[in-house]
């Protein structure tokens, strides 16, 4: 991949579960590792679980095949709830999870977006806080955990 690869994001679908789900671990694994705990939501999703999520919209950036990058969200009214915003680790810095989030956005078509990310997620936060959100609310998922939601308005 070169620093020049425009990248595409493109619907996923069922038939992506399984390549999504050994991404979505990947990607969380860090994330275990700040929190020191193994059983965050995102690790122990099943493949049926994630089967069913994938009703609900959600976009995919490829490289060669490999699947590098995720994100889904629902609508709900006029607001886009987006979440599981995943990059493969060997990859984050480069701009995927930039693009992910702005194409899950203007695809939405939703007029206000909220997502949410754990307290000690510092990277999470900046990228969020760099494409306009604002720190809405945090919510202990359990002891250890906090759980820091944000929100943004769009300006279109």
């Known amino acids: ?37 193994p ?7 099943t493949l049926d ?7 609900a919209p959600g976009l995919g950036i490829r490289d060669d095949g490999r ?7 629902t609508v709900d009214g006029d607001t886009a709830h987006i979440g599981r915003l995943v990059v493969a680790p060997d990859l984050q810095g480069r701009g995927i999870g930039t693009t992910l989030l702005r194409e899950a956005e203007r695809t939405s078509g939703a007029q206000h977006f909220e997502l949410f990310t754990g307290h000690l ?3 999470n936060i900046r990228l969020y806080e760099r494409e306009g959100y604002s ?11 906090e759980l820091v939601y944000l929100q943004k308005t769009s300006n279109r």
């Open 135 to 145: 720190r809405a609310r945090q919510v202990t998922l359990h002891p250890g955990v």
């Open 121 to 123: 997620s510092q990277a």
């Open 67 to 73: 699947l590098i990058g995720a994100v889904r969200w």
């Open 39 to 45: 059983f965050l939501p995102a690790l122990t999703q």
């Open 1 to 37: 991949m070169s620093q020049t690869t425009p990248f595409i994001a493109r619907p996923l679908s069922v038939s992506d579960a399984g390549e999504l789900l050994t991404l979505q671990r990947a990607a969380y694994a860090s994330e275990a590792q700040i929190y020191r705990d």
């Open 49 to 55: 679980e994630l089967r069913r999520e994938l009703a």
